[in-house]
């Protein structure tokens, strides 16, 4: 598909909207390419929704009611406020926001899977689009030997951090 002359949707395809891919869409479409970002869940990946920040918000409290112990007061961690703060934090699991974001840089959201199906082409539910460059992010997390973190919900162990119950069952 990189014959002279023809035509292509984008100069560039981002498979997976995960941050860095995000960020990489970003650059290209601000060095003036036409560029698309194929996402099948959350713009914005695991790293917004499920693991860093979901996992600092929800460390927080624990640190600051430690801090507080440690001078000499009482503190304690409030449970419903701290989830509440931490889907707050990840925007009710709404990825509106990036939404926007992609668009006020003039980049396509195609939502959906996306599969490699030549050189340049991308089928997504159907539908194919070509580019001159496919660019696939996104990267699998490795487990630890820990019993039954592989079932957890959620794209990774990173569902540790975006689990109602599981916290609430352990005191947070
Ligand atoms: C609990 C926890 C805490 C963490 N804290 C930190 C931290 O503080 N700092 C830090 O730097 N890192 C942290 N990490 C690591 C960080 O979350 C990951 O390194 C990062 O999210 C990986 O980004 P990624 O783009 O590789 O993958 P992802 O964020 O998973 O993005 C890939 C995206 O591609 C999409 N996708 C995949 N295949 C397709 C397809 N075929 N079609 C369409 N879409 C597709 C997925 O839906 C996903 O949205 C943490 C991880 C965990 C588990």
């Keep these: 598909m990189s014959s ?3 035509s292509r949707d984008y100069d560039a395809i981002v498979l997976g909207g995960g941050a860095p891919g995000e960020h ?3 650059a290209l479409a601000e060095g003036g390419l036409r560029v698309a970002v194929v996402e099948r ?4 990946g695991e790293c917004s ?11 927080r409290p ?10 000499a007061a ?16 990840v925007s009710d699991y709404s990825d509106a926001g990036q939404e926007r974001w992609l668009a006020g840089k003039g980049i396509d959201l195609l939502r959906g899977s996306g599969r490699l199906t ?11 689009y ?13 487990f630890p030997s820990v019993p039954g973190l592989r079932g957890l919900e959620g794209p990774s162990g990173g569902g540790l951090a975006s689990q109602r119950g599981w916290h609430r069952s352990r005191g947070a």
């Design 4 to 6: 002279i002359g023809m």
């Design 24 to 26: 990489c869409a970003g």
């Design 41 to 44: 869940d959350l713009v914005g």
């Design 49 to 59: 929704y499920w693991a860093c920040i979901p996992s600092k918000t929800l460390l």
């Design 62 to 71: 624990g640190e600051a009611v430690h801090g507080a112990r440690e001078a």
């Design 74 to 89: 009482t503190a304690r961690v409030d449970i419903e406020a701290a989830l509440a703060w931490r889907d707050f934090m």
């Design 118 to 128: 030549g050189p340049g082409m991308v089928e997504i539910d159907g539908m194919r």
């Design 130 to 142: 070509s580019a001159e460059h496919v660019v696939a992010t996104g990267s699998d997390p490795i």
